[in-house]
């Protein structure tokens, strides 16, 4: 059988005090000077255009006057070949920027338009 014996890596010795003691300001003050340096760093790398030389196609689309007792997800379920209705209606919102589904009688909308 064997013996494992642990002996002391580091020794305690006093060290010898700093002469620079940072107050509150100036710990706010190396704080400050460290988030706008970060920030700085990630606008710099943040901040490559993302776009192309070329201009964008946009969505084929059609307008469609609500009729009476028309609900948007009636309209999607009408448009919507592929039986995902809530995605067209999302489409339907973002084409036209609703801010909820309620529709008025008599509203255009600009929906996609179907292809088979």
């Known amino acids: 059988m064997s013996t494992l014996s642990l002996a002391p890596a580091f020794t305690a010795t006093p060290r010898a005090r700093s002469t620079v003691r940072l107050t509150r300001r100036g710990r706010l003050v190396v704080f400050l000077t460290s988030l706008f340096l970060v920030l700085g760093v990630a606008f710099m790398l943040a901040g490559g255009a993302v776009g192309t030389g070329e201009a964008g196609k946009p969505a084929p689309t ?22 995902d209705v809530r995605s067209m209606m999302n489409e339907i919102e973002r084409l036209n920027a609703l801010e909820s589904a309620g529709l008025a009688a008599g509203q255009k909308l600009r929906v996609p338009v179907v292809t088979e």
């Open 62 to 83: 059609e307008i469609v006057q609500v009729a009476p007792g028309d609900t948007l997800w009636g309209i999607a379920s009408d448009i919507a070949t592929d039986g």
